[in-house]
Every structure is written in C-alpha cells, then in structure tokens.
C-alpha cells in the first residue's frame, strides 16, 4: 500500500521550506521500487515523479543496434522526471531502477500546480535541470577518454553515496550495460580491484571493502560531478 508522507529523505524535497513543501506534501506516497524495474521508455510520456529516497535509478541512452550505456543516476540528492513540472515532457532515455529504491512519488499534474505556485520550486527544478546536464555531458567525456577501470570505480563511489550498504547486488550483464563493454572486461577489472582491496566480488554481488582505495583509482569524473550536484543543489 502506498503512504502518503508529511516528510521525506530526499534532499530536494527535504530543502524546501514549511509552505512549499505544504504544496507536494499531500501528494506524495512512498513507494518501493525493485531492481531491475523499468520506469520510462524513450518516447514515454513522463507522466510521474520519483524522488528517491534510498537507492539508484540509471539512465541509459539507446543505440539502434540494443547497445546502451548509461549516461546518469539518479539518487536521493535528485528526482526523476522533474522537467515535467514545467510542461508535458517524453523521456530521453530509459529509466531502469539499479538498487532497490525507495521513493517519493507525485504526479506530474500535481508537481505542475505546486511549481506555478512557488517561486522556491521553480528554481528547485532548474537548478535540478543544470545539474543533470552537467552530470551527463561529464559522462559523455568519461566514457569516451577514461578507462574501463576508472569509469568502474567512479560508478561504484556514486553508487555507494546513493545507498545505505556497503553491498551492491549487480550482475555481470547489467555492469557490463552500466559502462558499455563486455561481460568478460567486467569481470577482468572486478578482480583487479579485488587483488588491490578495494572490493570484493562474487557473483552477482559487489562488496565495497576500501572506499579510499577507490576514489584513488577514480577517475577526476567523480569529483567533478559531486561538486556539481554540491553547487547547484541542497547538501540536506
């Protein structure tokens, strides 16, 4: 059963002040969101907002041929789809949830009202906007110039700031979907990171051991994108 919520975890929603939050608050219901579950289709109308509380939800950029690659996350520090509080909007990319996600939902008619009624959420959602530009024109970069190995300690930190556990329950296939390459760089580079204690890799499941030894292997992406979101956006 959805609740609806009179406070939230997410950072967004949790920076506006008594009265702007006043306007969402009644419309907001709290949902669980399993992994692997796909929220929009490029082409969809984007008809809902999610505001995560808990969790990841990629974004991930179609090629004709199946190929995909992911482009942006979406955690608790964002929302997904808010662009369509300003006016009627279809998705860009498709929205798979990553980790199991909990969410602040809202219809996209009802974000509308609140944001013709509030100047704060009006520069909410543009500054949102920005920020998710930013994030996604610094990934077209690293993953052009960056390596496999790099690019994969990079998505694990931003995973890792997004989730309450130090565990990520991902398989071969979807990494592999994450960064663009084949099953077999993945596993090639999850034992590398193993052998110099970073992580640990079983099949299927990724344990975060080292967070410093990862943000050394990062590439400068992590930090840029983080800084961005940090400018830009509430901190909670």
């Not at 490029?42 to 509380?53: A, K, M, R, S, T």
């Not at 179609?62 to 608790?76: F, K, P, V, Y």
């Not at 520069?123 to 949102?128: E, F, M, N, P």
Request: aromatic share 6%; hydrophobic share 45%; proline share 4%.
């Amino acid at each position: 059963m959805q609740r609806l919520l009179s406070t939230t975890q997410n950072r967004l929603l949790d920076s506006l002040p008594r009265d702007d939050f006043g306007l969402v608050a009644p419309h907001l219901a709290l949902v669980d969101l399993e992994k692997g579950r796909l929220l929009y289709d490029p082409g969809d109308p984007v008809d809902v907002i999610y505001f995560p509380h808990d969790g990841v939800i990629s974004l991930m950029t179609l090629m004709e041929d199946g190929a995909a690659i992911e482009s942006a996350t979406i955690g608790l520090e964002g929302a997904l789809g808010l662009m369509a509080a300003v006016a009627p909007r279809q998705s860009l990319s498709r929205a798979i949830v990553q980790t199991p996600t909990r969410a602040a939902r809202i219809g996209v008619a009802q974000m509308h009202e609140a944001w013709t009624r509030s100047p704060r959420i009006r520069d909410l959602v543009d500054r949102h906007t920005e920020a998710l530009f930013g994030h996604a024109i610094q990934s077209v970069a690293c993953n052009a110039l960056h390596s496999v190995e790099a690019r994969f300690c990079r998505w694990l930190l931003a995973c890792h700031d997004r989730i309450s556990s130090d565990t990520l329950a991902l398989t071969q296939e979807f990494l592999a979907d994450m960064l663009g390459v084949q099953r077999t760089t993945v596993t090639a580079v999850a034992r590398t990171l193993q052998a110099r204690g970073a992580i640990r890799y079983r099949r299927g499941v990724v344990d975060i051991v080292d967070r410093d030894v990862l943000e050394q292997l990062s590439c400068e992406c992590y930090g840029v994108i983080r800084r961005t979101y940090q400018r830009l956006l509430p901190e909670g």
